[in-house]
DNA sequence: TAATTTAAAGACATTAAACTCTTAAATAGA
DNA sequence: TCTATTTAAGAGTTTAATGTCTTTAAATTA
């Protein structure tokens, strides 16, 4: 898969947040059990953004977490960079050691412009646009289709 | 990462006798050294390359593996489809069962698109082609530079 | 202060990918 | 026929990703 697992359910949860749009905190338990997703395991993904800024959390009754004003702003990029780093878009398709014109393997030159176009996709999104787009079309973010936006 | 190291191995693997292009069987020792790469795990990959038809292989004394007719025609795409399977061509970009323009997820508009261009660049190029321009080219194929064409 | 709710932290368990080893089967050549 | 060479097949191991559980810390409410 492009995106590992841990991503794509950061992903999942960020679209969710950005799609209340409150200022509101909601916990990990209501968003694990919303998205379908294991509720340690998520908050495990969801600390990592929080230490990242991407998200604030709150402790205790009424707390969970939110999108901070950096989240707000965040691209699909931001997130894949912030839970998968940047491998995606430094490495080589063949998995040599660096990549680079310097010393390119056979695939540098078509790879160098897919890998763009994939950085591309993901810098061309903030969370909170294709939130909106999820909520006005009523497209899915769950295996069932049983979320409500 | 886009591939598995399976697939990067058997496709390192392919360029080597792609780039040899004489009718010979290379014996897996051979490549393996010359490649950098695992002689039991190359072995592994190669036999599913085989019974793909991509290669064919022959027993004993100066035997080995060379590309096959089918294999000589292959493009990237088709090493990937028979490596790692169809999943990266099918898959939805948030891991939800099925990918269809019936019930799409909020990512599902832009990523067909990247989809496409990740494929239209691996249906693109042969084997033989890319190892041509490798060997006109010195590109590298291994991690430290040492193989040469 | 005490009880409850929530995230943080980290240990632990499971699974799948990556890698290794051993034995069997086919082929060639002495 | 015997031995060496090579791929085939499959079992076994290691490692990294994924997933679970327990304990601790912070905040709220009563
Ligand atoms: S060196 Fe291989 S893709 Fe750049
Ligand atoms: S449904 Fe998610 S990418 Fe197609």
Redesign the interface.
Known sequence: ???S?SC?YG??AA?YLAAKNDGEYHSLREMSEELNISFHFLTKILQQLTSDGLMESYKGPNGGVKLSEKGKKAT?FDMVIAIDGP??FT?C?????GCGSQ??????E??I??RA??EN?LR??TLIK??E??KAKH?????E?KFSW
């Open positions: 898969m492009l995106l697992k794509v992903l999942r679209l699909l491998g995606l490495q398709a063949l998995g040599l050691p010393e390119p393997c056979p695939l540098h078509s790879w412009d897919t176009s994939i996709m061309r999104t294709i939130a787009e999820g497209f899915r973010l769950t295996a289709g």
